[in-house]
């Protein structure tokens, strides 16, 4: 028993190559993210989709932060994801958008990865710029933008970006994230500690 390659493998992207994606499979991402579940099958997922060659590029690159920027200008794609604040069947706070959206952007992110393109998502980028610049009615919050593309040479990058690519992958522990009885006492299944992937 293994974990998926797609799960083992995936880090987010810091370098990418000048491969321009097909239509098809550019579509295929979205494709893969619409059929995501979600709370009272609101769909709260929007995107706005900006490809290097189309003008939106570089207005999304510039709503980024200059951290961000930095690596995300190589980009083969840029995508604002956005989620709608309210439930469309009462019109109340949907607790749950944020939510689902991390769920469409998984698929999006697993079927990436099987065209063998890899993705980064950003929370760093200015949220209310974003909304402005693409007309974002009221009710939907901008929450990350994803920068995508095939993988570029990791050793042309400029440092300290290239060091960080570089760098391991590190997670917590199983025992400090499944519970049982009482929130903090580690599941009897998880006090070993956890296999490396
Ligand atoms: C919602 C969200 C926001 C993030 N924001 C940024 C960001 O602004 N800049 C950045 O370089 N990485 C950002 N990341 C990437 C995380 O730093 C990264 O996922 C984490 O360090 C784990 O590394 P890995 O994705 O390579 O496994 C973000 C990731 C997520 C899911």
Redesign the pocket.
């Known amino acids: 028993m293994s974990l998926h390659e797609h799960i083992s493998n995936?880090?987010?992207a810091l370098s990418f190559s000048e491969q321009v994606l097909a239509d098809g499979v550019f579509i295929k991402l979205f494709e893969a993210a619409r059929w995501a579940p979600s709370a009272f099958n609101e769909q709260p997922w929007r995107f706005i989709a900006a490809r290097r060659d189309e003008p939106s590029f570089n207005i999304m690159l510039d709503c980024l932060?200059p951290g961000?920027q930095a690596w995300a200008a190589k980009a083969a794609f840029l995508v604002a994801t956005l989620a709608k604040k309210t439930s469309s069947h009462n019109g109340a706070p949907n607790r749950h958008a944020s939510h689902d959206l991390g769920l469409a952007i998984g698929n999006l992110t697993f079927q990436a990865l099987e065209f063998g393109i890899h993705l980064?998502?950003?929370?760093?980028f200015d949220a209310q710029k974003t909304i402005s610049l693409f007309s974002v009615p009221e009710d939907f919050e901008a929450v990350?933008i994803i920068a995508g593309g095939y993988p570029g040479d990791i050793e042309s990058l400029d440092e300290p970006i290239r060091s960080r690519a570089l760098k391991p992958?590190t997670r917590k522990e199983l025992n400090e994230l499944v519970f049982s009885g009482t929130f903090g006492e580690s599941h009897p299944l998880f006090t070993h500690p956890s296999p490396t992937k």
Request: proline share 0%.
């Open positions: 995936r880090k987010s932060a961000n980064h998502q950003m929370g760093g990350t992958r």
